[in-house]
């Protein structure tokens, strides 16, 4: 499919608010994209298609994954949603006939994150959080940051670290692999300094 027929399909199956977000995320991702030279058409695209796999119901989400050979952890069995980034990884190609590995790992990764991260996959994680639907106290300091930063780690650190304080307030399980993205961020930062 062409990005036209992408977003048509998923304005036909998308909720209204779901589809608007998913536009959000592909515009912000853009502006990202320009602004850390990262090839904007995939970040448009995965953008666009970052949560097409989010229509799925809590309970049907470990089908859906198991189906296709997607190992669910401790973590993902307590909280299926998160299953919904690895779904829609496999989903770009089966329905979208999109064979692009490198926005395929920017999904896969927008929720929980992962060790060494791509310039695309940061792109996305963050566009996800700060698109101009969503409303939540500390995002205008998000974006804010996205703005006056010129260091995509060091904006992705500190919106890691409002996604781990949110998660942990409200005392749902932290995935390991957002601690392999954040130490490694740290890691690499003093790597860096040295
Ligand atoms: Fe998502
Ligand atoms: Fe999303």
Redesign the pocket.
Known sequence: MNVDEIRRELQSRLKKS?FA??IG?ADTAVKLAKKFGVDSEKAYIAGLL??CA?EFENDELPAQAEKRGIKIGEVEKNSPLLLHAYIGAKMISEIYGVNDSEISQAIYR??VGAKNMSALDKIIYFA?MI?PNRDYPGVDKLRELAETSNNLDEIILTAMNESIIFVTQKNSLLHPDTIDARNFLILNRKENKK
């Open positions: 779901r977000h998913s995320v970052h949560d989010r927008h929720t996800d698109e």
